[in-house]
C-alpha cells in the first residue's frame, strides 16, 4: 500500500511538473508571436504602438503607426476601436442621442458572448452590459439591472450572489446565455466547518516480532472545507478540508512466536492532522434546494502526538513472563481520500452538509490507516 501511495504522489508531482512546464511553454510561444497594438479610423485597420491607456477622461490616445514614427494624437470620435496590449477598447456613447457623450470603454468579455461587458477606467470604474446595441451601467442598484437586462430567471439565484468585479460578471453572463433551466448555485469559493465520527483500521508491527496487529478505535474529527468552484456553471470545485482527529483504543491480542504464546493489551492513543485534497462533482437534484456530490482526491497526515504501550505476557510452558514496554509507529501516512454526500440549502445559499468521507493512507515500516467517517458541516 506505502508502495502505491509513493507511486500516486509521485504522479501527482508529475503532473504538476508537466502542467508548470506547459504554461512555461506557451507563455514563451507568446512572447515569440507578440500580438501588436492597432487603431480603426473610419472601418481602415492601422498597426502600430499606443503610448499608454486612453487619457483626457478616456477620449484621447496616442498612436505611432508602423509606416511613420510620428506619433499622433486621435480623439474618441475618430477612432472607433482599439487594441492596447491585446485588451481591446471601443468608442460607446454613455449620453444620449440627443446629447452623446462617447467614451473608450475597454470590453472584458469573450467576443462571442451575449451579453458584452465593458469597464470605464476611471475612478467610477462602472461596468457596463451591452444588449442589442444598448448599454447598461452597473452602479448600486446593479442586481435589480442586470435581473432586468438578462431576462433569464434561471440566473436569479446567481445574480444574488454576484459581486461587481469582472471573473463573476462573467460567469454569471455565460450562465445567462446558455441556462435554460435552473441550477444550483453558490459563492465562488465557500467554506464548511463540520465535526465527524469515524472507524478507523490501524495496522500497527509488534517491536522486535514479526507480528501485526489492527486495531479498530473510533475517532472523533472537527475541520474545515475551503471549496473553490472551477467553472462557471459552479458544479465542479477543488476542496482543501484541514482536518484534526483523534483516538484512542486499548485491544487484546494473542498469537504464537519463538514457540511461545503470547498475550498481550495494546494500548495508543493518537492525534493528526490530515490534510485533504480533491476534485468535487455535483449532480442537482432539486435546484437550490437539494444536490448531491462525490469527490477525490490526495490526503497527507502528520501526527501530532501518540502514545502506544504494550502490556505482554509470554507463557513458556508453566513460566509466565510479564512485561512492558512502550513502541512507536509512523506518524506520517499518505494516500488517497474519496468522499460522497449531499447538501441542502436555505436562504442566502447557505445549508447543512450530510457526507462521508473515506481514507487510505499508508506510511514506513508497513504502517496502514482506513478511515471511513460520517461528518456533518454548514456551509456559508
Same mark, same amino acid.
Given at each position: +500500500? ?21 504554461? %512555461? &511553454?506557451?507563455? *514563451? ?18 498597426? $502600430? &504602438? ?18 511613420? &514614427?510620428? !506619433? ?22 454613455? *449620453?444620449?442621442? @440627443?446629447?452623446?457623450?462617447?467614451? /473608450? ?7 462571442? #458572448? ?63 446565455? =446558455? ?7 453558490? !459563492?465562488? %469559493?465557500? /467554506?464548511?466547518?463540520?465535526? $465527524? ?11 522486535? =516480532?514479526?507480528?501485526?496487529?489492527? %486495531?479498530?478505535?473510533?475517532?472523533? +474529527?472537527? $475541520? ?32 504464537? @512466536?519463538? *514457540? ?9 492513543? /493518537? ?35 501518540? #502514545? ?12 509466565? #513472563?510479564?512485561?512492558?514496554?512502550? /513502541? ?18 436555505? !436562504?442566502?445559499?447557505? $445549508?447543512?452538509?450530510?457526507? +462521508?468521507?473515506?481514507?487510505? %493512507?499508508?506510511?514506513?515500516?508497513? &504502517? ?8 456533518? *458541516?454548514?456551509?456559508?
Amino acid at each position: +500500500m506505502f508502495e502505491k501511495s509513493t507511486f500516486i504522489l509521485k504522479a501527482i508531482q508529475f503532473t504538476i511538473f508537466f502542467f508548470t512546464l506547459s504554461i %512555461i &511553454s506557451t507563455s *514563451g510561444s507568446f512572447a515569440q508571436s507578440k500580438i501588436f497594438d492597432f487603431i480603426v479610423v473610419e472601418e481602415k485597420v492601422t498597426p $502600430g &504602438s499606443l503610448e499608454n491607456m486612453p487619457s483626457e477622461s478616456n477620449t484621447v490616445i496616442f498612436f505611432t503607426p508602423n509606416d511613420n &514614427s510620428k !506619433k499622433q494624437k486621435y480623439t474618441v470620435l475618430q477612432v472607433s476601436e482599439f487594441r492596447f496590449n491585446g485588451r481591446m477598447f471601443f468608442r460607446k456613447n454613455l *449620453g444620449t442621442a @440627443a446629447k452623446p457623450q462617447y467614451k /473608450f470603454l475597454e470590453r472584458v468579455s469573450a467576443e462571442s #458572448q451575449r451579453f458584452p461587458l465593458f469597464r470605464l477606467h476611471d475612478e467610477s470604474g462602472y461596468f457596463y452590459i451591452g444588449k442589442d446595441d444598448s448599454l447598461f451601467p452597473l452602479k448600486e442598484d446593479y442586481k435589480e439591472k442586470l435581473k432586468e437586462v438578462l431576462e433569464n430567471p434561471n440566473v436569479d439565484p446567481l445574480v444574488d450572489l454576484t459581486d461587481l468585479k469582472e471573473d463573476q460578471l462573467n460567469d454569471l453572463l455565460q450562465n445567462a446565455w =446558455i441556462l435554460t433551466k435552473p441550477r444550483t448555485f453558490t !459563492k465562488p %469559493i465557500v /467554506f464548511t466547518p463540520y465535526v $465527524g465520527f469515524g472507524f478507523i483500521d490501524h495496522l500497527i508491527n509488534y517491536p522486535d =516480532i514479526n507480528h501485526s496487529l489492527v %486495531i479498530r478505535p473510533k475517532a472523533i +474529527m472537527v $475541520g474545515i472545507n475551503t471549496e473553490y468552484f472551477i467553472n462557471y456553471h459552479r458544479n465542479i470545485s477543488l476542496n482543501f478540508s484541514p482536518q484534526l482527529i483523534q483516538y484512542q483504543s486499548l485491544t487484546f491480542d494473542t498469537f504464537q @512466536a519463538f *514457540g511461545n504464546r503470547y498475550e498481550s493489551d495494546v494500548f495508543v492513543r /493518537f492525534s493528526s492532522i490530515q490534510l485533504p485534497v480533491s476534485i468535487r462533482y455535483y449532480l442537482d437534484i432539486s435546484p437550490n434546494k437539494l444536490r448531491l456530490y462525490g469527490d477525490l482526491g490526495a490526503v497527507a497526515s502528520f501526527g501530532l502526538a501518540q #502514545q502506544a504501550t504494550i502490556y505482554e505476557a509470554i507463557i513458556e510452558k508453566d513460566e509466565i #513472563q510479564s512485561s512492558k514496554s512502550d /513502541f512507536e509507529f509512523p506518524n506520517n501516512h499518505f494516500g488517497i481520500t474519496y468522499g460522497f454526500g449531499m447538501e441542502r440549502y436555505f !436562504k442566502k445559499h447557505k $445549508g447543512l452538509v450530510l457526507g +462521508m468521507k473515506g481514507l487510505h %493512507i499508508s506510511g514506513k515500516s508497513d &504502517s496502514k490507516i482506513t478511515q471511513n467517517q460520517l461528518f456533518l *458541516g454548514y456551509k456559508f
